[in-house]
């Protein structure tokens, strides 16, 4: 019984090894023949090595022999090079200064006429009594006229006033006269820029931060050219990114020389090369940049009087003008004292003037330095810089 099992086991074990063989046989015959039908539907490139193939795509020796070595070659000479371009300068032609007191008088009355109109409609009243006096008062010092030049300028008017018995249209006449007398047109505005002595005339950009003195010295130097001057420009402000730039651009726009040194550079060396460079040119004119520099801070002040002090080895400075914005008001009196303090300031110029009714600052800047101002800023254009005239000034108030 158990020799017959046994043989029963071993006759099962041996069907299922050759059935397991049988499959294996069908499988792998099976995969063969796909393969080959696979292979036999591709195209006969792509069954080469991709070896073989990279290397059939590399150019032979003697590929280029084709083309025949003895064809005749083209010398420089018989070649037709390009025309080079034409380097056209333009320079800019800056607008004359009679047009420019033109327009700027029509701007000016356009943004400080309600000064001129607010004092006016007060002088008009049947009834001038104290409460129409304080009123005027107020209207001037809220102008920046300053605290002193207004009550000189009220007790003016009402003497006038109350001895001539005069109406509205005399108590214009009145309030520019006045006006005029206050501005003081008895002062010297004029711009020291002509050679003497062999030697260009040199101006000196001082003020504080962002009041527009690279911007203005670009304009002044337009407003030279304009005048036939030959102009240097000596970019001496190194503290401010792109300041040099800024200037240099400005002079290129008109065909100026800008003299320039490395960022964050000795501002007096710069100067001292700028004039060395105008006196070498025979310039009529060096117009130097500086740094603004808060007038609280001495150690920068200071650094301004060295400035100054390099240059005058080798030129006189003549003019040194202070940029204040007009739009500070009574804080750009604290700076130009300060400025005054430290170095001779010879002339102000006020920026930004438009869009604001405080053309009193005028009157109270004077007034506290006994300084002219000689140039005015009324507008963001590069001809928007004019010399200032008391007279016009005044009109444009009341126009």
């Excluded at 539907?41 to 290397?55: F, G, I, Y």
């Excluded at 003497?159 to 206050?182: D, F, N, P, S, Y």
């Excluded at 726009?253 to 964050?264: F, H, I, Q, S």
């Amino acid at each position: 019984m158990t020799s017959q099992l046994v043989s029963l086991l071993t006759d099962q074990a041996l069907i299922t090894i050759v059935v397991v063989i049988a499959v294996v046989l069908v499988v792998g015959t099976t995969g063969l023949v796909v393969a080959r039908r696979r292979r036999a539907e591709l195209p006969p490139d792509a069954a080469k090595p991709a070896v073989e193939s990279a290397e059939a795509a590399e150019p032979k020796v003697g590929d280029d022999a084709e083309e025949p070595r003895d064809t005749p070659t083209r010398t420089l000479e018989d070649t037709e090079l390009p025309e080079p371009a034409a380097a056209v300068e333009t320079l800019e032609k800056p607008e004359s200064a009679q047009g420019r007191l033109v327009r700027l008088r029509a701007r000016l009355a356009r943004s400080q006429g309600s000064l001129g109109k607010g004092l006016l409609a007060l002088l008009s009243r049947d009834k001038l009594d104290e409460e129409a006096w304080e009123d005027i008062e107020t209207t001037l010092i809220t102008a920046d006229v300053g605290v002193a030049p207004t009550q000189e300028l009220v007790e003016k008017l009402r003497t006038r006033m109350r001895v001539e018995g005069v109406g509205a249209a005399e108590a214009r006449e009145i309030l520019r006269e006045e006006l005029v007398a206050l501005v003081d047109p008895s002062l010297d505005r004029s711009l020291k820029v002509s050679r003497k002595d062999g030697q260009p005339a040199v101006i000196l950009m001082v003020g504080v931060n962002g009041t527009g003195k690279t911007t203005t010295v670009g304009r002044l130097a337009r407003v030279l050219i304009a005048e036939d001057k030959h102009v240097v420009l000596g970019a001496a402000d190194t503290f401010r990114a792109a300041a040099a730039d800024q200037l240099q651009t400005w002079g290129e726009r008109v065909g100026a020389r800008t003299v320039r040194g490395p960022e964050g550079g000795d501002p007096a060396s710069i100067a001292f090369d700028a004039v060395k460079q105008g006196i070498e040119e025979e310039a009529d004119v060096v117009l130097v940049d500086t740094a603004g520099r808060l007038h609280t801070k001495t150690g920068l002040m200071d650094e301004l009087g060295k400035v100054k002090r390099v240059i005058e080895k080798s030129a006189e400075v003549d003019e040194v003008l202070l940029v204040i914005d007009a739009t500070t008001g009574q804080n750009g009196l604290t700076q130009a004292r300060v400025f005054a303090e430290v170095i001779n300031v010879t002339g102000l110029v006020l920026t930004k003037l438009d869009g604001t009714a405080k053309g009193g600052i005028v009157i109270a800047v004077q007034r506290e330095l006994g300084v002219p101002v000689k140039l005015v800023g009324l507008g963001e254009g590069p001809d928007d810089l004019a010399p200032f005239e008391p007279e016009q000034f005044v009109d444009a108030l009341l126009d």
